[in-house]
């Protein structure tokens, strides 16, 4: 097999992408990607990632790819079946001090937290087209929207809670740890008493 078509079914095997990491990981020269850019075989999508137009695209990927962003918010909801409303614009948390493409972002609607909670209920997820994507879990969305509600469609905010509510595997234990964490006990207690 040509490296050629080794990277071409790489990419079939990614649902139409490639990045220079996947192409160097192969210990292949990223020149091959500029070679299947010029016959037009694959197109740049943004630094250090290719794409085969022949394929569905994948929003959420490509939004969050070699970025620190994670979904959040109403697009993490999306990701846990707790809307079915499919996102317009993609709620992403980020460290409070990032400085990075997300800002420039239009489809980006960016939530800002401090360093030490960024990490908390972080998790990966499959998106639409099968490929790799951060979401943080659904407690952690739970806290989120809470904290944030001004920021959320009521619709949503209550439909979501419903949800929770009714969710079998919903881990109690691990929502009032992340509560505590943000400082919102009584909010969140007092938001699914209702509920629960």
Known sequence: MTNTNKLLSLVKQNNGYISNKQVKALGLSTRYLTDLVKNKKIEKVKSGLYFDMQYMPDEFFETLYNTSGVFSHTTALYFHNLTDRTPIKFDITVAGDYKGSLQNNKKANLFYVKKELYA??????????????????????????????????????????QKYARYKNKRLNVLSKYASLFGINDKVEEKLRILL
Request: hydrophobic share 40%.
């Open 120 to 161: 908390l209920g972080l998790t990966e997820m499959k998106s639409p087209q099968n490929l790799p994507v951060k979401v943080y879990d659904m407690e952690r969305i739970i806290c989120d929207i809470i904290r944030n509600e001004k920021r959320i469609e009521s619709e949503i905010f209550v439909s979501a809670l």
